[in-house]
């Protein structure tokens, strides 16, 4: 996928000017992230800050050239792992207090039933359950980061 110099120059013109902090623009081509802040390096991919990508972009060549958006590298996911999803945008938690261990962390086997975590949404604890029996393989979600509709929040191997 491409990007048109101008189009990225506008949109990171935007973000500077308002008060977002952070940015993310994913489809299954391509995932561009971008935040105010420090830089940052997560789980392969590069973060920035605004003023960092502004001095690049003005150093970029003219406007007419396109910009190569790298393709994000997903994680092997084994396809008959099953995704508990979110049912709700909210805020994720994997324990039900901060001092408290996690209801599910990697390798441990869960049920049918069993609490996996807690989404909060509008100040109520939603305690999402799991719906098959297996082990956690992959929890990719942060405690306390914030979570959209239909948002992956673990993968199970069912057994």
């Not at 949109?11 to 000017?17: G, R, S």
């Not at 690049?56 to 996911?77: D, G």
Request: aromatic content about 6%.
């Amino acid at each position: 996928m491409t990007i048109d110099f101008k189009e990225l120059s506008e949109l990171l013109a935007a973000i500077a000017a308002n008060n977002i902090t952070e940015l993310t623009l994913k489809n299954a081509d391509f995932e561009l992230t971008v935040s105010k802040g420090h830089p940052q390096f997560t789980n392969g991919s590069i973060s920035t800050t605004i003023a960092d990508i502004n001095t690049q972009v003005i150093a970029l060549p003219a406007p007419e050239h396109q910009l190569q958006v790298a393709e994000a590298s997903a994680p092997t996911i084994d396809t008959k792992w099953v995704a508990i999803k979110s049912p709700m945008v909210g805020t994720f938690y994997r324990s039900p207090a901060p001092d408290e261990p996690a209801f599910a962390s990697i390798g441990d086997r869960i049920r049918v039933g069993q609490t996996v975590c807690i989404i909060e949404a509008m100040k109520l604890m939603n305690e999402i359950e799991a719906e098959v029996v297996g082990q956690v393989m992959e929890v990719l979600v942060e405690n306390g980061q914030p979570i959209e509709f239909g948002q992956p929040l673990m993968y199970i191997n069912p057994s």
